[in-house]
């Protein structure tokens, strides 16, 4: 018994590397003004994943918007997401280039949509995905207006080229956009279907008429699917795609070393990532970043709340008036 613990730590030790204390790590810090004084300004929960990775006894937290572009980047590891999203669309994908992530004005007062990673694909097919933290900030609304952004990029593109071409624009000639959304937190829609995590949407007719309507989605919660991992005797992945969705999703000791007993080739990706713990001041960029981010979108969830209070306000108000007026006819 003895033995196999030690081979565990032995284990642990050649992917995270050697254990730090948390007194080590802070006079690390301390050394450097700069990147402690980015340190304190982080949240106290982000300063304790800050500390965890640091110290060697946490993964790095994947779902924070700059650290998954970072693993991701579509420009320098390509072949990582066209891995990830052959497993997601069913079929072998290349990616040709990365688009910019900022789109044009729709119309002259219209805001401007800003994407996560969005690239093109060799089918000519556009890809957008998106790391969402906040479930309720990307309702099928937004998965909607950023489908529309899509075809409205793709059509502009495809016209320019054949324009330069000599030749005509046949709306024959555009192909289909996917946007695949990462849900840290889902919303309770999702909490109907608790053994499902892959959620693939497409329009459809109520007669079974099919035309391609280019549009595509695919919803991924990954609070669901860490529930559905941790409600295994084996917690560990069972194809490839869970193995990727582990990595992105959690940051345990344990999910970590699941995934590289199952899939090896996955341990040469998280020394990479454990390779920041020695990069503190990009580390201490990363989070610093995910806190702005994460600071815009809590406003963001908090104006929408409160704008659907005042919409239930308005609607009480609206009853109290009817029961008024009806009173007073009595009367």
């Not at 991992?229 to 999703?249: G, H, V």
């Amino acid at each position: 018994m003895k033995s196999k613990t030690l081979q565990i730590i032995s284990e642990k030790e050649r992917i995270f590397g050697l254990e730090k204390s948390r007194e080590q790590v802070m006079e690390e810090l301390k050394r450097e003004p700069q990147i402690y004084g980015g340190f304190q300004k982080l949240s106290l929960r982000l300063q304790k994943e800050f500390l965890d990775f640091c110290m060697g006894v946490r993964g790095l937290n994947i779902t924070y918007d700059p650290v998954f572009k970072k693993v991701f980047n579509p420009e320098y590891r390509p072949e990582r997401l066209e891995e990830f999203l052959s497993l997601c669309l069913g079929e072998k994908v290349k990616i040709i280039r990365a688009v910019p992530n900022e789109s044009e004005r729709l119309t002259a007062e219209g805001s401007l949509l800003v994407m996560d990673i969005l690239v093109q694909l060799e089918s000519g097919a556009f890809v957008n995905i998106e790391i969402q933290r906040v479930g309720y900030l990307f309702p099928g609304s937004r998965c909607a207006c950023y489908a529309s952004d899509l075809l409205m990029r793709q059509y502009c593109q495809v016209k320019e080229e054949k324009r330069r071409q000599g030749q005509k624009f046949s709306y024959h000639d555009m192909k289909d956009i996917y946007i695949i959304v990462l849900l840290q937190d889902s919303t309770p829609e999702f909490g109907k279907f608790p053994d499902e995590y892959l959620h693939y949407i497409k329009p459809k007719s109520n007669t079974g008429l099919r035309l391609n309507m280019l549009q595509n989605y695919l919803m991924i919660p990954l609070d669901i699917f860490r529930k559905i991992i941790q409600n295994r005797d084996n917690r560990k992945p069972e194809n490839k795609l869970e193995a990727w969705l582990m990595f992105i999703s959690s940051d345990s000791p344990e999910d970590i070393m699941s995934v590289i007993e199952v899939y090896p080739e996955f341990e040469k990706l998280y020394k990479e990532v454990f390779e920041f713990r020695y990069q503190k001041r990009e580390l201490i960029s990363m989070y610093s970043e995910a806190l702005s981010i994460m600071d815009a979108n809590m406003v963001e969830y908090m104006v929408e709340q409160q704008k659907k209070e005042l919409r239930e306000q308005e609607k009480e108000l609206q009853q109290i008036n009817k029961e008024i007026q009806k009173k007073n006819k009595e009367i």
